[in-house]
């Protein structure tokens, strides 16, 4: 049995949330009800993130794998087809799993894995200076995220409008990215690869990046030709690297309509 964490909500056909590294299911938490009335949503936590164990020592958490472990989950949750949405890592993860599984649509909000080559540097170390200020200073920090102006200060590289954040959801980011156990692995796991397309998506597919995203830059980490022929290219104005909180509305119509083009394209 896996020991991934989730949550289930909402009613239709099953959509699957995966986060971002250095976060977890919460991340969604913005979005979640909206959802839940067009999709059965299941919010995962990847293995090492959240409430879920690392993946064993002897496996290597790379994107790949953590998608097996999510298969692993659906399986024991009969979730077959289901549409996919993943933000940074996580659309990494969602890419990964529908080459290995049937799956309805996909919706990457800013995913990772499409530059050139290895990571380039500056988001190994915008990511690394994230993870030491979280958990060396993350009192400190909760603090700061209390008021308008220290969530700015605070979350403004991975948000776009970090004043408009509650400080709830503020201190959960700083939290989830201080004290996860699988970031170090699954971070060097990344470093050294990108998404290569080894099996046919057939799946509708949208890739959107924030309008202020600042940690994937467009000259270095927006290449989209490993992606299916026919994803659509979206931006996300105004939103940053993680915008399911910066405009949760334009997330859930990303996502919906993501959805209304695999019915329509199952009706034929």
């Given at each position: 049995?896996?020991?991934?964490?989730?949550?289930?909500?909402g009613?239709?056909?099953?959509?699957?949330?995966?986060?971002?590294?250095?976060?977890?299911?919460?991340?969604?938490?913005?979005?979640?009800?909206?959802?839940?009335?067009?999709?059965?949503?299941?919010?995962?936590d990847?293995?090492?993130?959240?409430?879920s164990?690392?993946?064993?020592?002897h496996?290597?958490?790379?994107?790949?794998?953590?998608?097996?472990?999510?298969?692993?989950?659906?399986?024991?949750?009969?979730?077959?087809?289901?549409?996919?949405?993943?933000?940074?890592?996580g659309?990494?993860?969602a890419?990964?799993?529908a080459?290995t599984?049937?799956?309805a649509?996909l919706?990457?909000?800013?995913?990772?894995g499409l530059?050139?080559g290895?990571?380039?540097?500056?988001?190994?170390?915008s990511?690394?200076?994230?993870?030491?200020?979280?958990?060396?200073a993350?009192?400190?920090?909760?603090?700061?995220?209390?008021?308008?102006?220290?969530?700015?200060?605070v979350?403004?590289?991975t948000?776009?409008?970090?004043?408009?954040l509650?400080a709830e959801?503020?201190?959960t980011?700083?939290?989830d990215?201080?004290s996860?156990p699988?970031?170090?692995?699954v971070?060097?796991?990344?470093?050294?690869?990108r998404?290569?397309?080894?099996a046919?998506?057939?799946?509708?597919?949208?890739?959107?990046?924030g309008?202020?995203d600042?940690?994937?830059?467009?000259?270095?980490?927006r290449?989209?030709?490993?992606?299916?022929?026919?994803?659509?290219?979206?931006?996300?104005?105004?939103?940053?690297?993680?915008?399911m909180a910066d405009?949760?509305?334009a997330?859930?119509?990303?996502?919906?309509?993501?959805?209304r083009?695999?019915?329509?394209?199952?009706?034929?």
């Open positions: 049995m896996t020991s991934l964490a989730y949550t289930r909500s009613t239709g056909a099953p959509l699957v949330l995966l986060h971002g590294i250095g976060a977890s299911r919460r991340a969604w938490d913005p979005v979640v009800s909206a959802l839940g009335e067009h999709f059965t949503v299941i919010a995962v990847l293995p090492g993130f959240g409430d164990d690392p993946l064993p020592a496996v290597e958490p790379t994107p790949a794998a953590l998608a097996a472990a999510t298969a692993e989950l659906l399986g024991e949750l009969d979730v077959t087809n289901p549409h996919l949405s993943g933000n940074s890592l659309g990494w993860v890419l990964e799993l080459a599984r049937p799956a649509s919706t990457l909000l800013s995913p990772a530059w050139r290895d990571a380039p540097l500056y988001d190994g170390v990511l690394r200076a994230s993870r030491w200020l979280s958990r060396h993350g009192a400190i920090l909760s603090r700061l995220v209390s008021n308008r102006l220290g969530r700015a200060l979350l403004g590289q948000h776009g409008r970090p004043m408009r509650t959801y503020a201190r980011v700083v939290h990215m201080g996860c699988g970031f170090e692995e971070l060097s796991a990344t470093l050294n690869r998404f290569l397309a080894t046919p998506i057939s799946a509708p597919v949208t890739v959107a990046f309008s202020r600042r940690l994937l830059l467009r000259h270095q980490s290449h989209v030709d490993q992606l299916p022929p026919g994803t659509r290219v979206e931006a996300l104005p105004g939103c940053g690297h993680q915008p405009d949760p509305d997330v859930t119509a990303a996502i919906t309509r993501t959805a083009r695999a019915v329509m394209r199952q009706r034929g």
